[in-house]
């Protein structure tokens, strides 16, 4: 019933930029926090950033400073810039998203199916 889908991934050479997006649609009262999350091949998923919904933020340090996450409330939306991007940033990125259904109701998790982020040169 509530759906997220990662987009603006691809193949970006080292020290490049990269913008993803991550759409919500459905059947949605709220949006609290939402998150960017990583895997790269043979390891474990990382958190990377998350936004609040009265928007505060976190990086992993790995990211700080290279990263910047945001988000749109009337798009139900939320991005993270990528920039000065390194090899090991090479990842399948996720989404993840606290969500009300309707007034009143409980707080879900929900999660994207993913969008691959390639950095080589």
């Known amino acids: 019933q509530v759906q997220l889908v990662e987009s603006g991934g691809g193949l970006v050479q080292p020290g490049g930029s990269l913008r993803l997006s991550c759409a919500a649609s459905?059947?949605?009262?709220?949006?609290?926090?939402m998150r960017w999350y990583r895997q790269a091949p043979g390891k474990q998923r990382e958190l990377v950033a998350y936004i609040t919904n009265g928007g505060s933020t976190n990086y992993a340090d790995s990211v700080k400073g290279r990263f910047a996450i945001s988000r749109d409330n009337a798009k139900n939306t939320v991005y993270l810039q990528m920039n000065s991007l390194k090899p090991e940033d090479t990842a399948i990125y996720y989404c993840?998203?606290?969500?009300?259904?309707?007034?009143?109701?409980?707080?879900?998790?929900?999660w994207g199916q993913g969008t691959q982020v390639t950095v080589s040169s």
């Open positions: 459905g059947s949605i009262s709220s949006i609290y926090t």
């Open positions: 993840g998203a606290g969500v009300r259904q309707r007034l009143g109701g409980p707080l879900n998790d929900y």
